[in-house]
């Protein structure tokens, strides 16, 4: 209910403040004339000067009291040896604030900045901005030429921009546009993914970190990278390019210097120096996707040059610098190639700090209608005609592509595909139930291929940390106990030649095992499991 | 007491719509004990609601009438104001550049009249300010009327207060007692002119160039043209004329500034004397304002030559609070004339 009482902080000017004479009383000073408004109260004033300036405050005190009776004036005497140094100033008004008691429960405090070196007024800048200082700030300027009013003008400037609802509202538009320029246009609908998405927009606009992006393939990885230098670019946190590589299609010899780039000379049949990706990504991003398959020679590299932002060329006697914000994109599972021996553990911890796991798009089936809309879209600008999707056609796809019958194992990419083919393929530029019929069984076949063993549907990214070895004998193995009825019936036949051996044969229980290893069970290799 | 009594509402942005509607309000609520609530207070102005200067007016009323106070905020638009008996003493009223202290004078002065024992004020803050009536009004027009209605009113300034640099200091010394009746007062077409320059800060040729304007325009002598150095905190020049013909008295005051030649100053001092004297009533502008006030409370008449917006606010207002009949206005010929019928 009771007002709260507004008290002023700020430096005594050693020029604009200064004045003896009766005739100080028509120059506009700066402090005196903040108690000067008519419409405006100042319950106190805290007033810092050069302990040598004393005379001067005090004066000012006296003429303050004299036209602003409501106004209680304390005298801070603060020794500044440089009041141009930042250091030095910053430290002592930033030890003036922490001694200071606030009482915000009764007083609102302003930073008067018109008064002080500019250095002073950037460090109440920040202090205010830090809060260190709980204070608005508070700028005067003299009287417009030819008034008669001797106060001037005053400005105050509440940092705190929550404060203000316009900044607000375009903090907020700017949010939602930087959330939809993430999610690429597509109005996502699974609530998982707008949630992963709402912090990964956080950490893309606050971090410099590296970004690990775990997902199955097809989930939108390569596609979220680039959107994250879109949008770094776009709030111009990034000057430099995105460099993506995947890292599966550089393993071998050549993966140092395509990476680290080499010296003319490095080794044979390097006739001319190659600056490398790490060093073409400086003050951009750099995009490793499939980092799980980077040889540990190049890991350990890897790893020195997030560190100290500068890494040695293949060959090379002095390191180069570069500095690259690090996105890092695996389907496997990194703490698995770890304990394998695969991978660093070091890297891992190193990238470790902001990973982000993308759903695949089996995972996020409310997503496929808002993505087939945007994706027609696209699909249409690409075979230039625009295509529509009548409801009919639309209504059977969709009932598809959202069943338990579509595994969609290569995700977006398959899904994007099937969109652009039946964009295509469309007569007259409509998609009619007879389009939509002949990509569904188009779909169905490539999900039976021959050359799918099944086991990246069954196991997920687990599968591909199987050795060739156990694949082809876990595959079988899978095959058999699907035409089986039972486990026992299935162990019989998978155990036909040692179990004639055995006394006590116990083929279901040894077969029960063998899956176990792989987190598998009888009941789960099922044609239609029960739920 | 003031809770029985039914709270009187009045609309602050009638009239003149500013400080006048609040400080009258304030005076005749503590004189009749009747509580009021203002709405729309200064509600046309450029920063409207209760300024610094207005809510000084407010606690130095609230401080002789014992009166509790709601709404006084910088920029209130409302104020609730009741008062409870009007106590004699000392007072110390500090007023800031912003406001005058003649106003602040203004508004307890009628209250402590009616106090329960002798007062002692002493004002603080602007004693010669443009915009209200300067410190020498009071001392040349307005306290001497009141001495004639029987009032026991003493001042003396110590200090001038010009603006922006104020600190100016005067002492009232108020006997509580009722006056009796404005006075008839009457012209007898003789106008006697007397000048005086009023400086501080400045060389004294200001207020010598000043007065030789004066004195050539009015013909009047070196006695009755004076300078008056005055201590003052800030720089400061005034030129008044106070004209006294039969038993009407005015003072008119014009404000040196920078940039502003002595002369021109002190001309247009010379020309709101004269328009005075030609108006023929014994009433001035800013007099006739006060007085409406002084006759509805005491009673009297008087009659004036110019009918400020000031002086009808006031009518309403003391008519709020007093009826209709304790105080009248009506134009004859060009001249108003005021009275308790």
Not at chain 1, 442 to 468: I, N, V
Request: proline fraction near 6%; include cysteine.
């Amino acid at each position: 209910m009771d007002r709260l009482a507004t008290v002023v902080i700020g430096f005594y000017g050693t020029t604009l403040d200064r004045g003896r004479g009766a005739a100080r009383w028509e120059r506009w000073r700066p402090t005196v004339a903040l108690c000067q408004h008519p419409d405006r109260i100042i319950d106190r004033l805290e007033l810092i000067h050069p302990p040598r300036e004393a005379a001067g405050a005090a004066q000012v005190a006296a003429d303050i009291a004299q036209i602003s009776p409501e106004t209680t004036v304390r005298l801070h005497p603060l020794a500044l040896a440089d009041p141009w140094d930042f250091e030095q100033v910053f430290a002592a008004l930033h030890d003036f604030a922490r001694a200071y008691a606030f009482d915000l429960d009764a007083e609102r405090y302003l930073v008067h900045i018109t008064t002080g070196t500019h250095v002073a007024q950037i460090c109440w800048f920040l202090l205010a901005e830090s809060r260190h200082l709980p204070a608005a700030l508070i700028q005067t300027s003299p009287p417009r030429h030819g008034d008669r009013d001797v106060a001037g003008q005053v400005q105050i400037i509440d940092l705190d921009l929550s404060r203000y609802d316009a900044l607000a509202r375009r903090f907020e538009a700017e949010h939602a546009e930087s959330l939809a320029f993430l999610k690429d246009g597509v109005d996502t609908r699974d609530p998982a993914f707008n949630r992963l998405i709402a912090e990964l927009e956080r950490v893309a606009l606050r971090s410099r970190e590296p970004i690990l992006l775990q997902g199955p393939t097809g989930a939108g990885k390569s596609r979220l990278a680039r959107r994250i230098h879109a949008l770094k670019a776009q709030r111009r946190q990034v000057r430099g390019e995105l460099i993506e590589v995947n890292c599966a299609t550089i393993r071998g010899d050549a993966a140092a210097s395509t990476l680290f780039g080499h010296v003319r000379g490095a080794y044979t049949g390097a006739t001319h120096a190659r600056a490398g990706l790490l060093r073409a990504a400086d003050g951009g991003l750099l995009f490793l996707d499939e980092i799980g398959e980077l040889g540990l020679e190049e890991q350990a590299m890897l790893l020195t040059a997030i560190e100290q932002r500068r890494f040695l060329p293949v060959g090379a006697d002095a390191p180069v610098e570069s500095e690259f914000q690090l996105i890092a994109g695996s389907n496997r599972d990194l703490a698995a190639a770890v304990r394998a021996g695969r991978f660093r553990e070091d890297l891992l911890a190193r990238i470790d700090l902001w990973t982000f796991h993308l759903p695949g798009l089996a995972e996020r089936r409310a997503d496929i209608e808002p993505n087939l809309d945007v994706e027609l879209r696209r699909a249409g600008e690409r075979v230039g005609r625009h295509v529509t999707l009548n409801r009919e056609a639309r209504d059977r796809f969709l009932a598809f592509a959202t069943s338990p019958a579509a595994p969609w194992p290569a995700g977006f990419r398959e899904l994007n595909a099937a969109i652009l083919r039946m964009a295509t393929l469309a007569p007259g530029g409509r998609i009619d139930v007879a389009t939509v019929d002949a990509e569904l069984a188009r779909l169905r076949r490539s999900w039976r291929d021959p050359e799918d063993d099944g086991l990246a549907t069954l196991l997920g990214p687990a599968a591909d940390d199987l050795d060739p070895f156990d694949r082809v004998q876990l595959a079988h193995v899978v095959a058999v106990c699907r035409r089986q009825p039972s486990l026992s019936a299935a162990g019989r036949v998978l155990f036909a030649v040692s179990r004639t051996r055995r006394t006590a044969p116990n083929d279901a229980d040894r077969l029960r095992k063998y899956l176990q290893r792989f987190g598998l069970s009888f009941d789960a290799l099922r044609p239609d499991p029960p739920r | 007491m003031s809770n029985e009594v039914e709270m009187l509402r009045i609309d602050g942005a009638q009239g003149e719509g500013g400080g006048q509607v609040l400080r009258s309000s304030l005076a005749l609520a503590g004189l009749t004990g009747r509580p009021v609530e203002l709405s729309r207070i200064r509600a046309g102005r450029q920063k409207s609601g209760l300024l610094r200067q207005h809510l000084t007016a407010v606690r130095a009323a609230a401080e002789v009438t014992g009166a509790t106070v709601e709404g006084a905020e910088l920029r209130s638009a409302w104020l609730r104001f009741t008062p409870g008996p009007i106590r004699g003493g000392t007072y110390h009223l500090a007023v800031g550049t912003a406001g005058s202290a003649t106003l602040v004078c203004q508004t307890v002065l009628p209250l402590l009249l009616a106090a329960d024992g002798p007062s002692t004020l002493v004002f603080e803050g602007g004693t010669h300010n443009p915009a209200a009536p300067p410190y020498d009004f009071l001392e040349a027009v307005y306290f001497p009327l009141l001495r004639r209605m029987g009032a026991q009113v003493e001042a003396r300034m110590e200090r001038a207060g010009f603006y922006p640099a104020g600190g100016g200091r005067f002492v009232l010394e108020v006997a509580p007692g009722r006056p009796g009746p404005v006075p008839p007062l009457a012209r007898a077409g003789a106008p006697v002119f007397e000048a005086w320059a009023m400086s501080a800060g400045l060389a004294v040729t200001v207020a010598k160039r000043e007065l030789a304007v004066v004195r050539d325009a009015l013909g009047i002598s070196r006695e009755a043209a004076t300078i008056r150095r005055v201590e003052a905190p800030g720089r400061g020049n005034v030129v008044h004329i106070r004209v006294t013909d039969g038993d009407a008295v005015e003072l008119v005051t014009a404000f040196g500034a920078v940039g502003r030649p002595a002369e021109v100053v002190a001309a247009e001092a010379v020309e709101e004397a004269l328009r005075f004297v030609d108006l023929g009533a014994p009433v001035g502008e800013h007099l006739a304002d006060m007085l409406v006030l002084l006759v509805g409370l005491y009673g009297g008449a008087f009659e004036t030559g110019v009918w400020s917006l000031h002086a009808s606010t006031n009518l309403a207002i003391v008519q709020a609070f007093l009826g209709a009949d304790a105080v009248q206005a009506e134009e004859r010929g060009g001249r108003w004339y005021v009275a308790r019928p």
